[in-house]
């Protein structure tokens, strides 16, 4: 399990309530297991951030950036923290608001893409159908 920091627990819970537009309509593909069968936390704690998503089985962070992401020490901060959490073996990916809000099948292909990378397809006989994706 990564570290986090307990005290980020209620906030993470808030965000969760409190999600934007694109957060919401990129949880609505990703949530209940819907790309590849795997298993996405939306506002999830780790280290001493909240990612906006989180895929554990392929240590993959989605995180979706606003226009206040756009100010120089935003930018500063997002790199920042993209180190650290790339220090801990994530792989985190970025999207404009507006690209999910625009061209959702293009995001979800690019997931889809980075998925395939960093998750191996299981044995060619494994259960549920042999391409280890089960979706």
């Known amino acids: 399990m990564l570290p986090y920091d307990r005290r980020l627990k209620p906030l993470s819970r808030q965000l969760r309530n409190d999600m934007t537009d694109a957060e919401r309509r990129l949880w ?3 949530r209940r297991k819907q790309l590849g069968g795997l298993q996405f936390y939306r506002q999830k704690p780790l280290a001493g951030y909240i990612v906006d998503f989180y895929c554990a089985a392929a240590r993959l962070v989605i995180e979706l ?3 206040q992401h756009h100010a120089p020490e935003a930018i500063a901060y997002d790199n920042r923290r993209t ?3 790339e220090a801990l073996g994530l792989r985190v990916i970025r999207f404009d608001d507006r690209q999910v809000l625009r061209e959702l099948g293009a995001v979800l292909e690019v997931i889809w893409g980075e998925l ?3 998750i191996p397809p299981g044995p060619p006989f494994s259960k ?3 391409d280890g994706w089960g979706a």
């Open 28 to 30: 609505a593909c990703l």
């Open 65 to 67: 950036d606003g226009s």
């Open 116 to 118: 395939g990378r960093l």
């Open 128 to 130: 549920g159908g042999g």
């Open 83 to 85: 180190r650290d959490l």
